[in-house]
């Protein structure tokens, strides 16, 4: 039973656009969520986190946006860079335990 | 370089064998998670040790175990392998047992032939 879901695998955006990726979630009690990027060959990085305390939280060029009520977050990369060609995973837990992940959407951005 | 390691990077092995994944975690973190990524999957958490206890479990097989030693690094043993096991298994590394901010490694491959 997958309860964090990224329904679309791949992503193909500009460069200098918006790319958004997005994440749903099914758990009411998960109250931390995190987004992971992965290069070919390498571990998944941390790249920006969000508590349910908050509906917004921003990191230089990244955004991650948290809709409770939906049960859905994204994250908005804005200006994409050639660089941040890669797989995206997002992540949720309910209070510090676990985290279950979803299954990543690659993205990839056109020079 | 995310400080922690894993070895081997490749491992291909017959099924019904018996493997061993090593992991040793950043400098100073204290816990270590292992995580099993099957083709087209998301990040499948198995077992998490803090300071050489196991303290949370996840989706793990009864085939498969885990220790951290003493010196914190940790071994995921996987036996009667089976083609399903093939995958790649992450390790990875947090200072505190809660797992906010992890450091993964670059992953085991395991091939199950």
């Known amino acids: 039973d997958q309860q964090v879901k990224q329904n679309s695998p791949s992503l193909s955006v500009q460069e200098g656009r918006i790319s958004i990726l997005n994440c749903d979630y099914t758990n009411s009690m998960f109250d931390y969520f995190l987004w992971y990027k992965k290069y070919p060959a390498e571990g998944p990085t941390f790249l920006i986190s969000i508590s349910s305390i908050k509906d917004k939280n921003e990191d230089g060029r990244f955004t991650v946006f948290l809709n409770k009520s939906a049960k859905h977050l994204s994250l908005h990369i804005v200006p994409s860079q050639p660089g941040d060609s890669a797989v995206y995973f997002c992540?949720?837990?309910?209070?510090?335990?676990?985290?279950?992940f979803g299954t990543g959407t690659s993205l990839t951005v056109i020079p | 370089d995310s400080g922690v390691t894993q070895t081997p990077k490749h491992l291909i092995t017959a099924t019904g064998q018996r493997v061993t994944l090593r992991c040793s975690p950043r400098s100073g973190d204290l816990s270590v998670y292992w995580y099993q990524q099957s083709l087209d999957q998301g990040l499948q958490f198995l077992i998490q040790y803090y300071n050489g206890e196991e303290r949370a479990k996840g989706n793990i097989l009864e085939r498969f175990s885990a220790q951290q030693f003493p010196d914190l690094h940790s071994e995921l043993n996987l036996s009667s392998l089976e083609l399903g096991d093939s995958a790649l298994y992450f390790c990875?590394?947090?200072?505190?047992?809660?797992?906010?901010?992890?450091?993964f490694g670059p992953g085991t491959r395991l091939t199950v032939t």
């Open positions: 990875a590394s947090s200072v505190d047992p809660r797992p906010y901010e992890q450091y």
């Open positions: 992540a949720a837990s309910a209070t510090g335990n676990q985290f279950y």
